[in-house]
């Protein structure tokens, strides 16, 4: 069993709508043996809805001052690590099924447009399938190194690459965009990360950042900044880039006051 959670605290000058996606995703729902729902304080009315990209989220009108958010919640997992599969193949572009065409496309944050000159010349003769997706995440996670205080929300793949520094989701987004350059589908993962057989010493918990690839008939996972099978991956939600996943969405000014995560 892991348990998650998180206590988020927003203060707002005025009623703001907005949005929140911090639910375990419903993929997971099976395995909840204590549902994460979502609490608000002051309490306000909720509307639940589902993306185009299958993810459940809230939304609510923020009144003015200080609005908390909380969840928590009791996961059921397997204790296996990330799958390792490398026999599976890239399939060509023309027998890609047609819900996966989406993430070869360049995104917000994804500019494999920009960078697809340097994925060929340095990914093209590695076959593909499971093999070059590894090697883009093998490049990534030696090219970029982590810094909490050299990311920003504005942060794209090129200049994750051209800065050689961000956090998890600039691995993610630089390993997505590489991968789209090559014809592989890849899609933006947000979730909760355990430390569950990771040694000390731990940093402080937070949300992370992965990315699934499209190989043989699936999607499957990939992690460019640990870059090694993990315990207790707990997905929330999946979209293009980080612009469609954001945790919670404001439709106006809003300072954060605090913000923690619980996972073990």
Not at 153 to 167: C, D, H, I, N, R
Not at 202 to 216: C, K, P, Q, V
Request: glycine residues 6%.
């Amino acid at each position: 069993m892991i348990h998650v959670g998180f206590d988020v605290a927003l203060r707002f000058p005025a009623a703001t709508p907005m949005i929140v996606t911090l639910g375990v995703h419903s993929s997971r729902s099976e395995d909840l043996l204590q549902a994460d729902i979502l609490e608000v304080e002051p309490a306000v009315p909720l509307r639940l809805y589902v993306d185009s990209y299958g993810n459940h989220c809230q939304r609510l009108v923020a009144p003015p001052g200080l609005l908390r958010l909380r969840g928590n919640g009791v996961v059921a997992d397997s204790g296996q690590p990330d799958p390792v599969l490398p026999w599976l193949q890239q399939q060509p572009v023309e027998e890609l099924p047609e819900e996966a065409l989406l993430f070869l496309l360049a995104s917000r944050f994804c500019e494999s447009d920009l960078l697809s000159p340097m994925a060929w010349s340095r990914f093209e003769s590695i076959p593909g399938g499971w093999g070059r997706v590894q090697a883009i995440c093998d490049f990534v996670h030696r090219h970029v190194r982590f810094d909490y205080g050299r990311s920003s929300p504005t942060k794209s793949a090129l200049q994750t690459f051209e800065s050689q520094e961000g956090v998890c989701r600039d691995f993610a987004h630089l390993a997505i965009a590489l991968c789209r350059c090559m014809n592989i589908p890849a899609r933006y993962c947000t979730g909760y990360l355990s430390d569950i057989e990771v040694p000390p010493p731990h940093t402080a918990m937070d949300f992370h950042a992965w990315f699934e690839a499209y190989l043989g008939d699936g999607w499957h996972v990939f992690d460019p900044r640990n870059n090694t099978p993990r315990i207790g991956r707990i997905l929330i939600a999946r979209g293009r880039d980080a612009a469609d996943v954001a945790l919670t969405t404001t439709f106006g000014p809003s300072v954060l006051e605090s913000f923690e995560v619980r996972t073990a």
